[in-house]
């Protein structure tokens, strides 16, 4: 059963230093085209899942924003036609904050979306800059107060823990986002990725990450002071007010099933996980050969999907049910979490049992990777 749809526009401007996502730059686009082999690929995901009402609706990307409203909007009136929406449907649409994009956000507010994510990482344009962002600081606040006039809910995000930057810095510019009123923020430490831009030019000496140690206290830092403000972190890199969490991602960390149409694009639903072409022109050729984009189309087997389960819940503040979690996947709670595991690292005080829910402590997330190393089983982690 989907109850989420992601749509994934894979174009931008300009590829940034830092992204591994699956973003594309191209002089040109044939939106008509595009318009047909989304609502192609949406046809095909629609035939396969229940037609029960889609609670969230997400468009990532690359730039979602460079859509024109017009197919945002048809896209969504397919959506609404093939599932029906949920009373209070939660429709985001990821955007930058250049003027050219923030003047389309009363035209995407009246296609539907009512929840956008303004890609604002930085405060400062020395930062932007260094960033490789098209915007300046005032163009992040204009689009930020243009997107606060236009949609019911706002979020933005930052990046921190850039080379060099000092705890004072960090507290001073995440104040500064606090006071701008939103009711969520994604913060993310800034990670050399594989194949990016950053990867070779910290390989060849031109900047040199900020070091592990005072990256860790910016994160404590920043977990503290968004907490203290009434946005406490409910996951590893997002903060919001009771009630404002993006609900789209929630149905990933629950481990919910969702629907995944566009370049690039996973799904998971009736155990089986999808993959669509990441190349738009290979994603264009699969939608003409066969009505859908799909590469691969992988069934899992209950254990695998434990340990996803498992891996995605534990990321969230709230944590899992494991008894639940357990009978979910036909499992006993000590196959899909060693006790003795659970009871070193509550005793370390990383983990925390409450009744029939385990959380990770916030001492816990900032070494998150290798405790879910620990915690799960090798052989359920194996297909």
């Not at 950053?198 to 390989?203: C, G």
């Not at 009771?242 to 799904?267: F, V």
Request: one cysteine or more; aromatic letters at 8%.
């Amino acid at each position: 059963m989907a109850r989420a749809l992601y749509i994934h526009w894979p174009f931008c401007l300009k590829k940034c230093p830092y992204c591994d996502f699956n973003s594309h730059v191209r002089s040109e686009v044939d939106h008509t085209r595009w318009q047909q082999a989304l609502l192609a690929d949406m046809a095909h995901e629609a035939d396969l899942t229940a037609h029960e009402p889609l609670d969230s609706i997400f468009f990532g990307g690359g730039t979602p924003s460079l859509m024109p409203p017009a197919l945002v909007a048809a896209l969504l009136a397919e959506a609404e036609r093939r599932w029906t929406f949920a009373p209070d449907i939660e429709i985001t649409l990821e955007a930058n904050p250049s003027s050219v994009e923030s003047a389309r956000f009363a035209d995407l507010a009246a296609a539907g979306v009512n929840r956008v994510s303004l890609g604002v990482q930085a405060l400062d344009d020395e930062t932007l800059h260094f960033l490789g962002r098209l915007h300046d600081a005032e163009d992040a606040l204009t689009a930020l107060a243009t997107a606060q006039r236009h949609f019911a809910r706002t979020s933005f995000d930052l990046i921190y823990a850039r080379p060099g930057q000092t705890p004072a810095q960090w507290q001073a510019e995440l104040a500064r986002a606090l006071a701008f009123g939103t009711d969520h923020l994604s913060l993310y430490q800034l990670t050399i990725e594989p194949g990016t831009r950053f990867a070779t030019e910290v390989r060849e000496g031109r900047f040199t990450p900020l070091d592990e140690d005072t990256a860790a206290d910016l994160f404590t830092q920043t977990r503290e002071q968004t907490a203290a403000a009434g946005l406490p972190a409910y996951e590893v890199s997002n903060h919001a007010r009771p009630g404002q969490e993006s609900r789209h991602n929630l149905t990933y960390w629950r481990y919910h099933d969702y629907a995944g149409i566009g370049p690039g694009a996973h799904g998971r639903r009736n155990a089986t996980a999808t993959t669509r072409h990441r190349k738009p022109e290979n994603w264009l050729e699969a939608i003409a050969a066969q009505g859908h984009g799909i590469a691969e189309s992988r069934p899992l087997a209950a254990r695998e999907q434990a340990s996803e389960a498992l891996l995605m819940g534990l990321r969230l503040a709230e944590g899992i049910d494991l008894p639940a979690l357990a009978a979910r996947f036909s499992l006993a709670p000590d196959q899909l979490a060693d006790p003795c595991k659970l009871a070193f690292y509550t005793g370390q005080g990383l983990l925390r049992q409450d009744g029939p829910r385990l959380a990770v402590t916030d001492a816990g997330i900032a070494v998150l990777d290798g405790l879910l190393a620990e915690l799960v089983p090798a052989d359920l982690v194996t297909p």
